[in-house]
């Protein structure tokens, strides 16, 4: 039977358990890893000389051009002016070799928390052509720092499920053909991954997956699905223990329920230290 497979990846802007950034390895870890039609990539940095490792290179493009035959979706959160005056930007994207028929950008929400560290926050949404029909796959990154801000963001996400449930049933704008208004498909069938900053015990776990209501197909963790009962693997702090001071998973791939008997496999790439999170991958029935 045929498969579709995605990896979904927090690659720290490419920096490694050695401290050095190095995109031709996330790409090739990424590659062997599975043979994927869809990659999830967050904290992906274009010209912010002042993180760890890093030059300041345009690691939106070189992702890109590193996987040709791949569509490029970027997804940028934060986007502040650099000192020479041009844009400093980070956030997230997705790479695909399948059809990419609808784009979206969400910036989720940012209460305001005077003295926590944060950033804006954003997730980056595709409208595929999988063999199967259509399918949506979104990936983001929730805020570390902030419990009230990473809850917020968890209530966006359920917002965007049941909004594209919506969308899905708005067919015919055939006297709108050919400019901005025409219909473009955005299905209630989706794929959600992120690094979301909480462990398989927090409730906003549990609330991501509660239901949406209105004929909309709830999230359910694919991890959950494949292995019922069992601990999630680890996907942050295998091997980087600086930062890490235990290994835990805050990576998850959810899928909506109309697409949970296509779920095959979930699994961890347990044995590269390429970033400080680990791969997980998901394969589906087509």
């Given amino acids: 039977m045929a498969r579709f497979n995605l990896i979904t990846w927090n690659i720290q802007w490419g920096r490694g358990c050695d401290h050095c950034v190095d995109l031709p390895r996330i790409v ?9 039609d869809v990659l999830c990539l967050q904290e992906v940095a274009r010209n912010f000389p002042g993180i760890p490792g890093a030059g300041g290179e345009d690691q939106f493009r070189l992702l890109a051009e590193s ?3 791949y569509a490029a979706v970027e997804g940028v959160g934060t986007d502040v002016r650099a000192v020479d005056g041009t844009r400093s930007q980070f956030g997230n994207m997705i790479l695909t070799r399948l059809p990419v ?3 979206f950008r969400h910036l989720l929400p940012w ?17 595929l052509q999988a063999p199967w029909g259509l399918v949506r796959v979104t990936t983001t990154h929730l805020e570390y720092y902030s419990a009230r801000q990473r ?40 794929i959600l991954t992120a690094d979301f900053n909480f462990r398989p015990d927090d409730p906003l776990h549990a609330r991501l997956q509660a239901p949406l209501g209105h004929d909309a197909p709830r999230y359910l963790d694919a991890w959950q699905i494949g292995y019922p009962g069992q601990p999630h693997a680890p996907t942050n702090g295998v091997f980087d223990r600086e930062q890490w001071p235990e290994p835990y998973a805050c990576d998850f791939i959810f899928v909506t329920e109309d697409m949970a008997d296509r779920v095959h496999e979930v699994r961890v790439d347990s044995d590269t230290d390429a970033s400080d999170h680990q791969p997980v991958v998901l394969a589906l029935n087509c």
């Fill in 28 to 36: 090739r870890t990424a590659r062997e890893t599975a043979d994927f």
């Fill in 67 to 69: 996987l040709p035959g």
């Fill in 151 to 190: 809850a917020a963001q968890v209530e966006r996400l359920r917002e965007l499920q049941a909004e594209a449930a919506a969308h899905a049933q708005d067919l015919d704008h055939s006297r709108k053909e050919g400019g901005p208004f025409q219909n473009a498909p955005r299905p209630a069938s989706g």
């Fill in 101 to 103: 028929l609808q784009a």
């Fill in 111 to 127: 209460p305001a928390e005077p003295g926590v560290p944060s950033m804006q926050r954003v997730a980056v949404e595709a409208v």
